[in-house]
């Protein structure tokens, strides 16, 4: 029959009904994860705190997590709508007494208190003050045998910008009487991270000061003078410190431990990525231990930026450290290491994640090689072989920061989405979700992604610092560079860019086009983009090359296609509306010029414009771009609505996503606006939206804080699997659609797909490369991997099929062909007759 081309078409299956209110996925992983703690009374109660979901439980020893934070009152984000805790720590003497702290600005801080466990919470913030910048919590230490003594270590922010970070103070405040009143301790030119106290001895206490994204308020790291305090040791209860530096060679110690039996031995893990010599080429960070009480200091890890330390309590003579590049794990009390690493990665973490910096290591109370890790990037990980290899463990919470979230046409229950914390993929509609920062995916900053509208295999990431696209042929598996823009430099703040926008064309999706931006943290502050800022592929995403320049030092946030025309395309700028009709050879200033247009949606057959202003509201234009009316404000909770994604559903609807209060929908193309679903969004607990898709009943909105909420239900959990095909046109130009539902209990299972042509006593399989022969031995396989919802198609009308006439085509899925044919999911789907 020869090589068939396979091309995979749009799905016609939609989901009946709609849910009525919005639900979080729970996923994907991502935020700003701080500490990790067990029981240890009972190792199944553990809790985790990031900076976006607050403090979250598990009783299953982390299988699943639960939100924790009823009586904290603080509140953030644009909307002020997360929960900001930071730190967290359990009383040693009464593991129902929990304390933990918050990152907040100017007056959103607060210590926290709970005595049953964490399920409740009372302020005890008295006698401590902030400054206008704020105050940090980076963590309490409770005294051994007296719970009523607690030491509270802070991070003081100040205004001053230092070399990549800015430059803050620190303290120390102590309660006496369980939380009621604090009195400041110590106060010094950097943060202070740790408190330990000695518990034969408690009034010597150390101070571990630094941490590495922050610059001690006596540094000038550009100039190669690092500063920072280093360690701090006390012998009468915190009255006098004496620093005890001797051996360290960076004083920006993020983490300390104490040998659980011998509190002369300690641990201190140091270096910064600004300050301890990486960025000049001379790293100083490390891992360094001391056996005389910090006497003196050996350095037993080199040139590594070291982020955590800690021992195994059932074994201490197993110690593990951290970077973002490696962990580490030592037998021997901290004289020699075993380093892990994912092979030709130079990260740590689970498979298709780049795990970040594991800012809180744990060990299990009675095995010493299960770990839990924290990621500073939001998330905890699991190591069940001490450090070697690590799967996500942080189902039921998530505090991701997502920049942008697509539903590939081809599978209706896939999402991608993609965020500070990577890209991701769901095949299950949010259930489930599974990283896909693979190959050379690894980067530590992304920005937005697509999928080709032909094959939901092929996919494009864009990177937020270097200015990269990447491409992948198989769901993710694997990424290759097929762009690196030559004015992006990761390396220095003012020169970091990436691709923000991607749009591929309906009716030729072998045009793509690209739109370069500055990176978050310069992109509203007025920053402008270098060089070339608008992109073409004529090939898929194979390779791209630079267009008209008209929208240099522009910075492009939203491109579209029109579904008819590949040539003609609409910018949202942040210099206006733009439009092309050449493919990107010339651009023409529609409207709204000189306005930071952020947000864009089209309504081609009816000439319809709708653009988010930054700040400002809606403009809707409804001829073309001719004239515009706005800004449109009515209807949107926020004064200054920052409209940052706008998009139409299959029924014309277009919904907004206002980074200042939520998700709003509109009947009229833009005219009037209401809340959706209804007026107080109904289960959008985190209303900072930056990113929505639409489309098969289904919506989903990528947040700043809550990663991806869904709206729509879910096809009923007893509906039965179905194999339908859909053919049209003559035996010479055949086209057969094939339709695979799997049930919903089966989304995300691992499964292979088989693809078989019947005519006479000859069978054929279909394969990745063709049809195939068969006779005896193992079947070939069409696909494989995570099941979705998905439309094959088998035959495309460009191959004349006339010699094969009476041929049965069945399509199927199991585990194996085996478990296939046993449990009947598979089906004649057509006849070629």
């Known amino acids: 029959m020869g ?39 009972d190792k199944n109660k553990m809790y985790v705190t990031d900076n976006f979901a607050g403090v979250v439980r598990s009783d299953d020893a982390g299988a699943t997590w639960r939100p924790s934070n ?48 964490g399920s409740t919470w009372s302020l005890k913030s ?48 102590k309660t006496a009487n369980g939380g009621e009143s604090w009195s400041l301790l110590w106060e010094g030119n950097d943060l202070a991270r740790y408190l330990i106290v000695d518990p034969g001895n408690t009034a010597t206490l150390y101070v571990s000061a630094g941490i590495f994204d922050r610059e001690a ?119 020699t290491w075993s380093r892990y690493a994912k092979p030709g990665t130079g990260q740590w973490g689970p498979e298709g994640v780049r795990a970040g910096v594991p800012i809180d290591v744990v060990a299990d109370p009675a095995d010493p090689i299960l770990l839990y890790a924290n990621n500073y990037g939001g998330g905890v990980f699991r190591s069940t072989d001490g450090a070697q290899t690590w799967e996500i463990w942080s189902k039921g ?37 599974t990283g896909i920062g693979t190959g050379q995916a690894v980067f530590a900053e992304w920005n937005t992604l697509v999928s080709d509208p032909r094959d939901a295999r092929i996919i494009l990431l864009a990177d937020e610092h270097q200015g990269k696209i990447l491409r992948s042929t198989d769901a993710g598996a694997s990424f290759a560079v097929v762009l690196t823009h ?32 500055r990176e978050r943290n310069t992109l509203d502050q007025g920053g402008t983009p270098a060089g070339r800022v608008s992109y073409k592929s004529t090939d898929g995403g194979r390779s791209f090359v630079a267009t008209g320049s008209a929208l240099d030092g522009k910075n492009v946030r939203k491109l579209i296609v029109h579904p008819t025309q590949a040539d003609t395309v609409w910018a949202a700028t942040s210099g206006g509306v733009y439009k092309t009709t050449d493919g990107a050879a010339n651009w023409t200033l529609l409207g709204l010029g000189g306005k930071n247009i952020v947000a864009l949606a089209v309504d081609a057959p009816n000439n319809v414009i709708v653009a988010g202003e930054k700040d400002a509201g809606v403009w809707l234009s409804e001829n073309g771009g001719t004239t515009w009316i706005g800004p449109i404000t009515v209807g949107f909770s926020s004064s200054n609505p920052y409209v940052m994604a706008l998009v139409f559903d299959d029924a014309g609807t277009l919904y907004a996503g206002d980074q200042y209060s939520g998700v709003y929908s509109s009947r009229d193309r833009g005219r009037n606006w209401a809340p959706f679903p209804d007026a107080p969004m109904t289960g959008l607990s985190v209303r900072t939206p930056l990113d929505l898709a639409a489309g098969n009943g289904m919506i989903y909105v990528a947040t700043l804080g809550g990663g991806v909420f869904r709206y729509g239900s879910l096809p009923s959990a007893s509906a039965p699997h179905s194999i339908t095909g859909t053919a049209s046109g003559t035996l010479r130009a055949r086209a057969l659609s094939v339709a695979l539902q799997p049930a919903l209990a089966e989304l995300g299972s691992n499964r292979k797909i088989f693809i078989a042509g019947v005519l006479g006593s000859q069978i054929y399989f279909l394969t990745p490369t063709g049809w195939q022969p ?21 035959f495309d009308g460009s191959i004349d099929l006339s010699g094969a006439a009476g041929a049965q085509i069945y399509v199927g899925y199991g585990t194996d062909d085996a478990e296939m044919l046993a449990s009947g999911r598979y089906a004649l789907v057509h006849t070629l007759q």
Not at 405 to 419: A, D, F, N, Q, R
Request: aromatic share 10%.
């Open 126 to 173: 008295s006698g401590v003050t902030a400054p206008p910048e704020g105050i940090v919590f980076r963590g309490f230490t409770v005294q051994p045998g007296n719970s009523d003594i607690v030491y509270a270590m802070a991070e003081v922010r100040t205004a001053i910008q230092g070399r990549e970070f800015i430059r803050v103070k620190g303290r120390v405040y």
């Open 217 to 335: 308020y006596n540094s000038d790291c550009a100039a190669r003078s690092y500063g920072g305090v280093g360690v701090l040791k006390s012998t009468d209860g915190g009255s006098t410190w004496l620093a005890i530096n001797n051996g360290l060679t960076s004083l920006y110690v993020g983490s300390l431990r104490m040998h659980p039996s011998n509190p002369l031995i300690l641990f201190a893990a140091a270096g910064n990525n600004a300050c301890s010599g990486g960025g000049d080429g001379n790293e100083q960070g490390g891992l360094f231990r001391t056996s005389n009480g910090g006497a003196t200091w050996t350095k037993v890890i080199s040139s590594d930026i070291m982020t955590t330390v800690n021992f195994a309590p059932s074994s201490p003579e197993v110690v593990y450290a951290g970077s973002a590049a490696a962990f580490y794990r030592s037998s021997d009390g901290g004289l």
């Open 70 to 117: 009823q009586g904290i009152t603080a509140r953030g984000g644009p909307t002020g709508d997360v929960t900001p805790i930071f730190s967290l720590t359990l009383d040693p003497n009464n593991p129902d007494i929990v304390w933990s702290g918050t990152n907040g600005d100017g007056a959103l801080f607060g210590i926290f208190k709970s005595t049953d466990g």
């Open 397 to 433: 919470y998530s505090g991701a920061w997502i920049h942008a979230v697509h539903i590939p046409p081809t599978s209706p229950s896939t999402v991608l989405v993609i965020g500070r914390s990577g890209p991701f993929r769901s095949v299950n509609y949010g259930v489930d979700w």
């Open 3 to 41: 090589n068939i081309a396979l091309l995979l078409g749009v799905a016609t299956w939609t989901i009946q009904g709609q849910s009525a209110e919005w639900v979080s996925t729970g996923g994907p992983l991502g935020g700003l994860g701080y500490d990790v703690r067990i029981d240890p009374r």
């Open 486 to 517: 030559p004015q992006a430099n990761a390396g220095e703040v003012t020169t970091r860019q990436g691709f923000k926008s991607f749009a591929v064309a309906p009716s030729n999706p072998d045009t793509v086009y690209a739109g370069l931006a």
């Open 774 to 794: 068969w006779a005896s031995g193992s079947i070939p396989v069409y696909a494989s991997g995570a099941i979705a919802t998905q439309t094959i198609r088998v």
